[in-house]
């Protein structure tokens, strides 16, 4: 069909119409970043995945942002992540200048920790770069092959405090399938709870997945450590064979283990504090879409063997507002049985 001349261009003026309102929002981003620099936030030391992950962002995200802003990683440790997530939420600019690559716990602290000043349904994610689902190892050395040979005797197990998924997760072990976990805490980092693992101070200790394919897969592979539960919400696909914590217990178990592993879903995500305009967000998650199919994006990542399992920013914060909406009487028991395992540490 051909348009007479006033249709076509009465056509042409709504496909101008439509297209102006994002080119001027992107013309704005581009204007706001142009010149700047962009902090990406982590809440523990550089050398583990938080910091592996972020060098990373900072390295191949910058070319996707309108402005191409500069992007400087800041470690700010302390209180498990919970310094930093106060700080992102309740100081720093609210501008888009700062992206917190934010705690796996912070949706297990929102719920679970009271006085904490952090609300993790008022993130805007802007993507997760990879999962932190977790499995315990243990040290050829001390027998443990199984959940079965955790109930036999004692099993130490490593962690750097006692509020995280990796305390956490054995000490539910012990309520709900009969197991005998003892969390030896206050490790600096994994890599010392490694060395003490080789040293034979520990029997195990709970790692995520990331960690457990980069820096331990020989190590697993020809049998020097052993896989033997998931610390996660199901089985996880390396290990279909592995029970995951959340297959033991009450329903009202079954609830808190499943706030737990929430670190695992949350993992390695990107977000903008609350306040940030949306089309800043937007222009993000745009950013963060290209860089997943950039080749040297791709190409770092085969070469540096770094997992990645990634979620939409969307995707992600839908997530998150699932959990938030567990009924109130069942957190309410969740945070009875959390207070419950604390003394424990």
Known sequence: MTLCPARAALAAAAMLCACLPQAQAQSSVETFYKGKDVQILIGAGVGGTYGLYAQLAAQHLRKYIPGQPNLIMQSMPGAGGNVALNYSYTVAPKDGTLIHLVHAEVLFETLLTRGVKFNAGDYQYIGRLADADAIALATKASGVRSIEDAKKREVTMGATG????????????NRVAGTKFRIIGGYKGTS?????????ELDGAG???ANAL?????????????PFFAIAAKRLPEYPNLPAMTEFGSDSDKTLMEIYASAGTIGRALAFPPGVPADRVEAL??????????????????KASIPIAPMSGKELAAYVAKVLTTPVDQIEQARKLHAELLPAR
């Not at 745009?286 to 040297?296: E, G, H, I, N």
């Open 285 to 302: 998650r745009t950013a963060f879409s290209k860089m997943l199919d950039d080749p040297d994006f791709k190409a770092e990542v085969k």
């Open 162 to 173: 006692a509020a995280n998924v990796f305390a956490l997760g054995p000490l539910m072990m």
């Open 207 to 209: 790692i995520t997945m």
């Open 192 to 200: 010392d709870i490694h060395i003490a693992m080789e040293r034979g």
């Open 214 to 226: 980069t820096i331990h897969g020989d190590k697993i592979r020809n049998g020097d450590l052993v």
